[in-house]
């Protein structure tokens, strides 16, 4: 790699148009993976494989091919190459030499465009900042990886445990599936940076699938996330999982779908997390603030209060756990070789900061390291573990204290307990509303009276960011992690949120979209009682085999 810099700044700094700068990043990645569904074995495979991914800007730091153009950006995404597995130096310089002509030659073109371009577009403070930050240049070599797993424990215990959802005629279709993976990365940029390390990281997921009487369908999923094999999730801990899930999803199928409502609103720990990364945490995305097709929610509003100054938000990807808990969004070096950093988003409910990527905003020259991306896409800032903390914590029996208070205040019929949530969307772009929407996967009618909660389903959470997070009155004062995959506009990268439930006063739900196909004619096989006994293994209850 740092022959090739060498031999193509050379030249192309001298080219017309010139290469100010040159980035190679090569990626190996080991996966195992171990798939089972309804009690049998769907998949078990490793692989490994090694990628490059290029990057040749033209022009210079102020303006180069990336420039943004009216409503549009210039994109220089391009699919990573394969390079070979074994050190071989002449064939691995054949590829970059290659990737780089080919990096150059589209860099080229976009800035011929651009340039073009510019002599028709309005300029404002937003296109007049610079493409590309200076920084530093960074020399750390960490060690590399490796793992050593033995797929056949785990090809029985998926088996087991998606044998165990079957033993419910609820469970329409169950999998189970366990990744391990080890990635090493080396980044070299023409300015000098040379950065090496390595991730491992285990997962085992479990998804079940069921069908209300009027059609709906039901999901609920579940995760366990670790580093350290000695960490791995006991089998009584991913069977009590199970358990739960399945009572949940026989819970769901006769569950009432929940109506329109507006009122208090108590999320768990887990569901709140969610909520700060799809309502808060995308529109403090530094590009954003950039674009004039975004909304821009936030842009004009640091040092300003946009939410109760006992709640404090960071974003660190340095943190590699919380409270023994592995953050799938810890990483050394972001995707532009920058080392990653703790940033003070909101301080006390007063906006400080916006997460950076190398692309510049007026008043925010720098990068902190969040500049992150999939193979294949261009680094744009993003979201690494976000931490939301606060100074009004408490315990959650008073919460629900203080949401019956609210629900009897406002003169409601129930309040809703959401305990946990699967995703959802948000709206940055200023073509539609500045709205979000969260998944919900399980939700509880509260009643002021004393009556049980009631488990309801068909529930999504609808509102607007500026709205949503003035509504916040309390919040617990224990935090739950959510870990998972966020899919962006740079791809699919790892992230994590911690958070403490908290109590809104007033939150929006609205039904959710359901299907008119009524559920299967006859029961599944296995709980057929006019069904003869088949042949072989049959799933009995809780998972065990006879």
Not at 61 to 79: C, E, K, L, V
Not at 454 to 471: A, E, F, H, Y
Request: glycine fraction near 8%; proline fraction near 7%.
């Amino acid at each position: 790699m740092d022959l090739e810099l060498s031999r193509s700044m050379q030249t192309l700094r001298q080219a017309n148009p010139p290469a100010y700068f040159v980035s190679y990043s090569v990626t190996g990645q080991t996966s195992a993976t171990v798939q089972g569904s309804n009690g049998a074995l769907l998949e078990s495979d490793q692989e490994h494989n090694r990628l490059l991914q290029t990057q040749v800007r033209v022009g210079n730091y102020q303006f180069d091919d990336t420039h943004n153009i009216g409503d549009r950006s210039m994109s220089q995404s391009s699919s990573p190459m394969l390079v070979p597995l074994d050190n071989n130096i002449p064939v691995l310089r054949r590829d970059l030499w290659l990737s780089t002509d080919e990096q150059y030659r589209a860099a080229a073109a976009a800035y011929i465009q651009v340039k073009t371009s510019q002599q028709v577009q309005v300029q404002n403070a937003e296109t007049t900042v610079a493409d590309f930050s200076h920084e530093q240049p960074d020399i750390a070599y960490r060690p590399l990886v490796s793992f050593r797993v033995d797929r056949r424990p785990w090809e029985e215990r998926v088996r087991r445990y998606t044998a165990a959802f079957s033993s419910s005629p609820a469970a329409m279709n169950s999998i189970a599936t366990f990744t391990a993976s080890a990635t090493n990365q080396y980044f070299a940029s023409s300015e000098g940076t040379r950065e090496q390390f390595g991730q491992i990281r285990y997962r085992l997921e479990l998804y079940v699938q069921g069908k209300a009487p009027d059609g709906m369908n039901l999901s609920l999923y579940s995760n366990f996330d670790w580093v350290d094999p000695a960490k791995a999730p006991s089998d009584q801990e991913v069977m009590a999982e199970v358990h739960k899930l399945t009572a949940e999803m026989q819970g769901l199928e006769k569950a009432p779908v929940v109506e329109p409502y507006a009122g208090p609103v108590l999320l768990s720990g887990r569901a709140a997390a969610v909520f700060f990364h799809e309502v808060l945490g995308h529109r403090l995305e530094g590009f954003r603030q950039k674009q004039v097709t975004e909304g821009q929610t936030f842009t004009n509003k640091v040092g300003q209060q946009i939410m109760p100054t006992f709640l404090s938000v960071y974003d660190d990807p340095t943190l590699k756990e919380i409270g023994g808990q592995a953050l799938l969004g810890y990483y050394p070096f972001d995707d532009e070789g920058v080392p990653s950093q703790r940033v003070t988003l909101v301080d006390h409910g007063v906006l400080r900061n916006f997460l950076m990527s190398r692309e510049p905003l007026p008043g925010f020259p720098h990068s902190n390291g969040h500049g992150r991306r999939q193979l294949g896409y261009q680094p744009i800032s993003r979201m690494g573990n976000t931490i939301v903390r606060s100074s009004k914590g408490v315990t959650f029996a008073q919460l629900r204290k203080m949401l019956i208070g609210m629900i009897r205040q406002q003169g409601k019929r129930y309040g809703l307990l959401i305990e946990d949530l699967s995703g959802g969307f948000t709206i940055t772009g200023r073509a539609q509303p500045q709205a979000f929407q969260l998944e919900p996967l399980i939700v509880y009618k509260v009643f002021p009276d004393g009556r049980p909660d009631q488990l309801v389903r068909g529930v999504n959470i609808v509102g607007t960011p500026l709205t949503s997070l003035t509504k916040i009155v309390a919040t617990g004062d224990k935090e739950a992690v959510f870990d998972g995959y966020c899919i962006a506009e740079s791809g699919a990268v790892p992230v994590s949120a911690d958070a403490p439930a908290m109590l809104f006063s007033e939150m929006e739900v609205a039904k959710k979209q359901t299907s008119a196909n009524k559920p299967p004619i006859l029961p599944p096989p296995a709980h057929d009682p006019l069904d003869p006994e088949p042949r072989g293994v049959r799933p009995t209850p809780w998972g065990q085999l006879r």
